[in-house]
């Protein structure tokens, strides 16, 4: 089992940053692939950034590439979501992800169903 706790979501104002934090524990964490999904009102959960568990392999859909950045500590158990320049439609819950999968394929982390573990949400509220 993965616990995975997400922490640094808020209010923001439209052009304002967020670094969003997903702390796991449980079991060697370090070997899991990790994505990072949002979901707002109404709408379906989509992703927003995954990486591999090398950390060598990143994804971003166009609608957050150039805005978002993943990245990982293993040394820390910790995975990171730094959003630039963000924009009111970016306010959803933001969730961590946790999948058991050592490839790269883009296809693999974008999908929600390769991903075993999930954490409970952040909010993240833009304001225009």
């Known amino acids: 089992q993965v616990q995975l706790v997400e922490s640094g979501g808020g209010l923001v104002q439209a052009g304002g940053s967020l670094r969003l934090s997903c702390a796991a524990s449980?079991?060697?964490?370090?070997?899991?692939?990790m994505g990072w999904f949002r979901q707002a009102p109404g709408k379906e959960r989509e992703i927003v950034a995954a990486?591999?568990?090398?950390?060598?392999?990143?994804f971003y859909p166009d609608s957050v590439k150039g805005r978002f950045t993943i990245s990982r500590d293993n040394a820390k158990n910790t995975v990171y979501l730094q959003m630039n320049s963000l924009k009111p439609e970016d306010t959803a819950v933001y969730y961590c992800?946790?999948?058991?999968?050592?490839?790269?394929?883009?296809?693999?982390?974008?999908?929600?169903?390769?991903?075993?573990?999930w954490g409970q949400g952040t909010q993240v509220t833009v304001s225009s």
């Open positions: 449980g079991r060697t964490s370090s070997s899991y692939a």
């Open positions: 990486i591999s568990w090398t950390g060598g392999t990143t």
């Open positions: 992800a946790a999948a058991v999968y050592y490839g790269s394929d883009y296809w693999t982390l974008a999908q929600a169903r390769s991903y075993t573990y």
